[in-house]
């Protein structure tokens, strides 16, 4: 049974939640600040996360923050119909996917098993010590680690999962509807720019190549493609 935690100041919400997740086959565990999300998520005890945004004292994205300093735990974000500042601010930090309030359970749930297939199967299908090597890139999806030039490679779990996926194809393309299916877990839509944004924070992080160019060129209108060379 997964152990989901939640993580909203709105009781009445969290215990309808519960009781339909509950009812899904899943554990849960409902706090209602900021500090007790954030502690809890660190714990080890649950699967998966759900976290609300805008939460009174410490934001969600605050707690997002400091969960993913020390945690890759699946992190799905609530967030504000129309908040597009939530949402690309939430994503940046590392969150796996969200769902605007007011919250549909079924759809909720779809998405919690959405993430908890795609973050169960890469670690199935990746050999204990399974290394991935793409020029200077040293990437390891079973510890969810990464090296660049040797050196340890801070990313978030989504931009992790993109540069994953962008290894495994290195010197070829990879479309933007193949990025968002198998490293966010969902088809991409219209006016959907994440991919966009997460790619030019792993360019930021991967730094120039000698010619001055990226090492993540951009077929434009078609996708993206990691250079080795």
Known sequence: MYQ????????????????????EGFGVKAVHTGEEGEMEALSGRHDIV??????????????????????????????ARGDDIDRIS?????????????TSPGELVARLRAILRRTHREAQQTPENGLIQAGALNLWPSRRTAEWNGAPLQLTSTE?????????????????QELSSNALGRPLTRFDRRIDVHVSSIRQKLGQRPDGQSWIHTVRGLGYMLVTE
């Open 4 to 23: 989901a935690l939640l993580v909203d100041d709105d009781r009445e919400l969290t215990g309808m939640l519960t009781a339909y997740l509950n009812r």
């Open 50 to 79: 759900v976290l609300d945004v805008m939460l009174p004292g410490l934001s969600g994205i605050e707690v997002l923050g400091r969960i993913r300093g020390q945690s890759q735990v699946p992190v799905l974000l609530l967030t």
């Open 90 to 102: 939430g994503l940046d930090l590392g969150a796996d996917d969200y769902v605007p309030k007011p």
């Open 160 to 176: 992790f999962n993109l540069l994953e996926e962008l290894a495994r194809h290195a010197g070829k393309l990879v479309s933007k």
